[in-house]
């Protein structure tokens, strides 16, 4: 499909190429003066031109070409009446040539001579440059002077001493000699003369010849040189080209005056040769003869080579034309320019409108692909590096180290998930400040009450330490420390589970056996009504370990029983030191269904001591 449309448009092209010449040339259409022969034998003479001296046929006198009607096809001449023309365009006439030339013979003595003289002044027509003034001999050279209207002088040698030297075509001196001439010349002669009477190159050149012609209807040939025709071959076939113009005025001069000849739908152009004078050309897109009413004629394209594609729909209009296409295609319609495409099919300029489109896009996304990912590396590596900085990687080797299935491992929490548990770390949520940081109530999404400890700086060379301590409190799981939330699942607040079990009667059902065989009844509830004390969620309600300690002597002296005989002592000593980090109540409960392990409610007033990164949280249970 594509390689038919592609042979399509090519073939198309080609067919268009011809036609198109074909409408340069009708619009140069040669157009008599209504009521006049336009045709003298082969030559059709358009106005400004006109057939017959003094018929009224042309412009002026000046243009009229005689017709000499005994000859047979007849011929041309142009008014002054020696010019023979060959043919007339819209700037230039051609008319035959004449040659100069000098003949001699095998002694030097000069057989026939043949000079030139052509005079086109009180014409309107002027020597044109498109012609040359050539020699042709091996022993000749020529001078020409020009005169009216331009004034000028040159001359030329051609000259050889061997036939070997010279070349086909090339006409620079040897055989063969051109010089230009100027624009402008209305009058020249040209004297043809010799150096040694041919005497040392007769047997191949017995003549020289000089002429002004059109350079591009002459090319030199070594034979030339002894070719007997050379003379009448050159004087047929090698015109002198003459520009042609109306008046002397220039266009401005021409257009004020009562005689401006251009008409309609033309315009005119000033003459080049320095002399004035004008001529008129038909405006694009339009035919005819400039100088004759009623002007130029629009040219309809769309008869003459249908300039639009298969499914275009041409119009013609005064100066040009228009293709539209069919209803279901669009383009501009023309065979020269886009066409016509079917409503689905590609169009060109869309294709590159919707590549340029989506070229920008893909730029933009790309652009901002990279942007965004350099943005989220970014970040990423800052909070590698602050992660690292604060330990985050110690962290991790150590639990992963030390982690056994006996030991449950620290969860470490993401920064937004701690920022959600403290609600964006609102002053509402604050438990309590500590020359390290700030301890914040927070929930997390599984409805878990936490402490959440924010450091305020971060001392890199507590780090090892503080991680040290992180990882000993995942592993330790003893009743008088914290537990760590672990990942021209088995969540139980414990302190609840205690206080209501109490509340429930239920308390002997959850104490160990052990207990409740060393223990009188009244002891075992004096001591779990203190640890409901202990529990108190405001710290003013709860007892100074003083009052704990004071409680517990108390007990102990009501009662004689082993238990606080054999551990009292050392115990209530422990408790009774200021400087120890942990206090507890010690009571040891068993949780039903996890008979097997072991929880401590631990009381650690100096809670807030722990150092830990605001990854690490805390049962908020644990009370002062
Ligand atoms: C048609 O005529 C114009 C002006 O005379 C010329 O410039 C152009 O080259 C011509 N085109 C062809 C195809 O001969
Ligand atoms: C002029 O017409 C004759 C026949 O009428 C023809 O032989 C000759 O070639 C034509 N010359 C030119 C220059 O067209
Ligand atoms: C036509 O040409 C012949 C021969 O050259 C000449 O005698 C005659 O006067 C010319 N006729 C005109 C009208 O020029
Ligand atoms: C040819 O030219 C030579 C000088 O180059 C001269 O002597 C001789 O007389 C000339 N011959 C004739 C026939 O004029
Ligand atoms: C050729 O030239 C020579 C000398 O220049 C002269 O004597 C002779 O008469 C000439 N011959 C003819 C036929 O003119
Ligand atoms: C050309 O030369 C002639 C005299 O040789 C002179 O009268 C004439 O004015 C000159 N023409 C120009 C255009 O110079
Ligand atoms: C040149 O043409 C003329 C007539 O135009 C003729 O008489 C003459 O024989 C021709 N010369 C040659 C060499 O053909
Ligand atoms: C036309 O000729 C007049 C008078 O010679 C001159 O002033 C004017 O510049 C010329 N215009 C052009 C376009 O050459
Ligand atoms: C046009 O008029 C001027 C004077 O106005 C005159 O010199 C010239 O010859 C006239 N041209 C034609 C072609 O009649
Ligand atoms: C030719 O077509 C073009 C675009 O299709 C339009 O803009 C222009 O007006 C048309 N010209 C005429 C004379 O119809």
């Given at each position: 499909m594509m390689l038919k449309m592609f042979l399509n448009c090519v073939f198309l092209h080609l067919l268009l190429v011809p036609l198109a010449l074909a409408a340069n040339i009708t619009r140069g259409a040669n157009i008599a003066k209504p009521g006049c022969s336009s045709k003298c034998g082969n030559l059709t003479v358009p106005y400004p031109f006109g057939i017959g001296i003094g018929s009224g046929c042309s412009i002026g006198s000046s243009f009229d070409v005689?017709?000499?009607?005994?000859?047979?096809?007849?011929?041309?001449?142009?008014?002054?009446?020696?010019?023979?023309?060959?043919?007339?365009?819209?700037?230039?006439?051609?008319?035959?040539?004449?040659?100069?030339?000098?003949?001699?013979?095998?002694?030097?003595?000069?057989?026939?001579?043949?000079?030139?003289?052509?005079?086109?002044?009180?014409?309107p027509f002027s020597f044109s440059n498109a012609n040359m003034f050539t020699i042709v001999g091996c022993d000749d050279f020529a001078v020409i002077g020009g005169s009216e209207g331009r004034n000028f002088t040159t001359g030329c040698f051609s000259l050889c001493s061997r036939r070997e030297d010279l070349i086909d075509g090339d006409c620079t001196g040897i055989?063969?000699?051109?010089?230009?001439?100027?624009?402008?010349?209305?009058?020249?002669?040209?004297?043809?003369?010799t150096l040694k009477n041919h005497t040392g190159v007769w047997p191949y050149n017995p003549c020289g010849y000089a002429f002004v012609g059109e350079q591009d209807s002459f090319t030199f040939h070594t034979s030339d040189l002894r070719d007997p025709t050379f003379y009448n071959r050159t004087v047929d076939t090698v015109p002198v080209v003459l520009d042609w113009v109306i008046g002397t005025q220039n266009c401005t001069q021409?257009?004020?005056?009562?005689?401006?000849?251009?008409?309609?739908?033309?315009?005119?152009?000033?003459?080049?040769?320095?002399?004035g004078g004008y001529r008129c050309n038909c405006n694009n897109g339009y035919e005819g003869n400039p100088y004759l009413d009623p002007g130029c004629k629009d040219i309809n394209e769309c008869e003459i080579s249908d300039p639009c594609v298969e499914h275009g729909i041409c119009a013609n209009y005064p100066g040009s034309y228009n293709c539209s296409c069919g209803k279901g295609y669009f383009g501009d319609g023309k065979k020269d320019g886009l066409g016509c495409f079917a409503q689905n099919s590609p169009f060109p300029v869309v294709k590159f409108s919707l590549g340029i489109g989506f070229g920008f896009l893909s730029l933009v996304l790309g652009a901002s692909w990279i942007?965004?990912?350099?943005?989220?590396?970014?970040?990423?590596?800052?909070?590698?590096?602050?992660?690292?900085?604060?330990?985050?990687?110690?962290?991790?080797?150590?639990l992963s180290t030390t982690h056994d299935n006996s030991v449950e491992c620290a969860q470490i929490y993401t920064a937004e998930e701690l920022q959600k548990a403290t609600n964006n770390y609102a002053e509402d949520r604050i438990l309590g400040r500590g020359g390290y940081g700030t301890v914040y109530r927070g929930i997390l999404p599984d409805k878990r009450v936490v402490a959440i400890k924010k450091s305020r700086l971060m001392d890199e060379t507590q780090i090892e330490l503080?991680?040290?301590?992180?990882?000993?409190?995942?592993?330790?799981?003893?009743?008088?420390?914290?537990?760590?939330?672990?990942k021209n699942d088995d969540e139980r607040n414990l302190a609840t589970f205690f206080i209501v079990s109490v509340k429930e009667n239920r308390l002997f059902k959850i104490l160990e056996p052990r207990v409740l065989?060393?223990?009188?009844?009244?002891?075992?509830?004096?001591?779990?009504?203190?640890v409901k004390r202990c529990l108190k969620l405001v710290s003013e309600d709860r007892p100074t370990m003083k009052e704990v300690a004071m409680e517990l002597e108390r007990l102990r002296k009501v009662s004689n029983h082993p238990w606080a005989q054999e551990d009292g002592r050392e115990e209530t000593m422990g408790l009774m030191n200021e400087h120890s980090n942990l206090y507890t109540t010690a009571t040891t409960v068993n949780i039903p269904g996890q008979s097997s392990d072991l929880y401590s409610v631990s009381i650690n007033p100096y809670s807030q001591q722990y150092t830990l990164d605001s990854s690490m949280v805390f049962p908020i249970q644990s009370p002062r």
């Open positions: 005689n017709c000499n009607t005994s000859f047979n096809p007849p011929k041309p001449f142009i008014s002054t009446g020696n010019l023979e023309v060959i043919d007339i365009s819209d700037a230039e006439i051609r008319i035959k040539n004449w040659v100069a030339t000098g003949c001699y013979n095998q002694m030097g003595n000069l057989t026939s001579q043949n000079p030139i003289f052509i005079d086109v002044s009180r014409t055989g063969c000699c051109q010089t230009a001439i100027p624009k402008g010349v209305k009058k020249f002669s040209a004297l043809l003369s021409a257009q004020i005056s009562n005689n401006f000849t251009c008409r309609l739908n033309s315009y005119c152009v000033d003459s080049d040769t320095g002399l942007y965004f990912s350099f943005q989220r590396r970014k970040l990423i590596k800052e909070r590698e590096k602050f992660f690292h900085q604060n330990g985050g990687l110690l962290l991790k080797q150590q503080f991680i040290n301590e992180v990882v000993i409190l995942t592993q330790v799981n003893h009743r008088n420390v914290v537990k760590l939330l672990a065989r060393e223990g009188n009844l009244e002891q075992i509830h004096a001591i779990a009504e203190l």
